[in-house]
């Protein structure tokens, strides 16, 4: 009997779990797995607001793929994913093509700019890795070199985020307790430098509780942390931007404008045919695309409606984990030809970061603030990593620091 081929593509959350439950419950005799991506790691997404404001280092991020799948089990191919011809149930790869019996989509997200001019160009993204890192070396480089240049610029002292979700806010609060580090580092006052949001809905965070928004403005502002809301960027440049705000442009110099308004599924996903809504795929209960029996979509590529509020569920870690749950289980049906089962999602609350030992959530039908919050960040964070790769992999990428 020939064995079935299984192609995930892409090791983020989704991605990642998906292959971590399949190695542990279908037999090498049953399937073969492979695991395509980019890198040789799997990172977390909700800590690279850290990596890019400097309180985290982008070594703590990565996982090393190999630590959690084994590679007698799973075929790790490293290579970036061209196109998907599921007409031909097949990949094109950078470097080859794959056939597949079943696929996993989980290619994950890339920036949104929506035409802004000179956004692409001239501003930075927290979307992966290397991405934070030039975030974080952009940073320390304008501070290095404003006591370096005749004529002082301020320009290199202001850093503006464009948007008030959660990735601006919560890089915004990391990159508040930061900036006194720095200004210490390179003898500058902290008054002179500048943290502006700028957001084009009346208020930030929105879905939050307005408790909570009002705690998380409070925080960021004690901070240095500027907020203009009801404004929309209009222009990107290297030493400046444009927003417009009641109908009157201003023009802001910065040389760190930070893009975090927006994203969109992969375009890999768009541009192999797949029916899509808005760039993603709006998937059946059992999480496979409307138009192919054997190809299933999961995390920031996938479209799944809240029947009750008829809104799209949003595209967080928490649903792509549970997702992948849903995918294994449906893979393993598929394989086995068993019945296959619809996904349930089970939101167990929203946390936003205000830095180390600040947050706000909703969870447990409960608002916390403050340390409390934070502490139940890092246990979700934590729950994750034994999630993934017991407790070996806790101990080494974990956040025990609960109380500072």
């Given amino acids: 009997m020939n064995k079935k081929h299984i192609v995930i593509l892409g090791a983020g959350y989704g991605g990642m779990m998906t292959a971590a439950k399949l190695q542990k419950t279908l037999h090498t005799n049953e399937a073969v797995i492979t695991l395509i991506n980019k890198n040789d790691y799997h990172y ?6 850290e990596n890019a404001a400097g309180t985290l280092h982008h070594d703590r991020t990565k996982i090393k793929i190999k630590d959690v799948i084994d590679s007698n089990k799973v075929n790790i191919v490293l290579d970036e994913v061209i196109c998907i011809k599921p007409e031909e149930k097949k990949v094109k790869l950078a470097n080859g093509v794959m056939n597949y019996d079943f696929l996993v989509i989980g290619l994950g997200f890339e920036p949104a700019t929506f035409g ?28 290095a070199s404003y006591h370096n240049e005749l004529e002082k610029n301020d320009a290199r002292l202001n850093i503006v985020v464009g948007g008030g979700g959660f990735t601006g806010i919560e890089f915004a609060g990391e990159l508040a307790n930061r900036i006194p580090h720095l200004c210490e580092e390179y003898d500058i006052e902290k008054t002179q430098v500048r943290i502006i949001i700028i ?5 930030v965070l929105p879905g939050f509780d307005e408790r909570l928004v009002s705690y998380a403005i409070n925080s960021l502002e004690s901070r240095g942390v500027e907020f203009i809301n009801g404004a929309l960027l209009k222009e990107c440049n290297q030493d400046y931007i444009v927003y417009e705000k009641d109908g009157k442009r201003t ?3 910065t040389m760190t404008t930070i893009w975090a308004a927006g ?15 808005r760039g993603k795929v709006e998937v059946r209960n059992d999480l496979r695309t409307p138009d ?15 029947e009750a509020t008829g809104k799209a569920f949003p595209p967080t870690a928490q649903i792509a984990i ?18 296959l089962k619809s996904f349930c999602p089970n939101l167990q609350g929203t946390i936003a970061s205000l830095g180390n030992d600040d947050a706000i959530a909703e969870v447990f039908g409960r608002n916390l603030f403050g340390w409390k919050a934070a502490f139940m960040k890092k246990m979700s964070d934590n729950r994750y990593l034994l999630k993934l790769g017991g407790i070996g992999l806790l101990m080494k990428k974990g956040k025990f620091n609960f109380f500072y």
């Fill in 292 to 306: 192919f029996e054997d190809v299933f979509v999961i995390g920031d590529c996938a479209l799944i409606k809240n």
């Fill in 44 to 49: 977390q997404t909700t800590w690279l607001h």
């Fill in 322 to 339: 549970q997702q992948a749950e849903t995918v294994a289980h449906n893979v393993r049906a598929k394989v086995r030809r068993n019945e």
């Fill in 199 to 203: 957001e084009g809905a009346p208020t």
């Fill in 263 to 277: 994203v969109r599924a992969n375009s890999v996903v768009e541009r192999s045919g797949f029916e899509t809504n």
């Fill in 116 to 143: 802004i001019p000179g956004l692409s160009e001239h501003a930075f993204t927290i979307g992966n890795i290397n991405n934070a890192r030039l975030i974080r070396e952009q940073l320390d480089f304008n501070f």
């Fill in 251 to 253: 023009e802001l110099p």
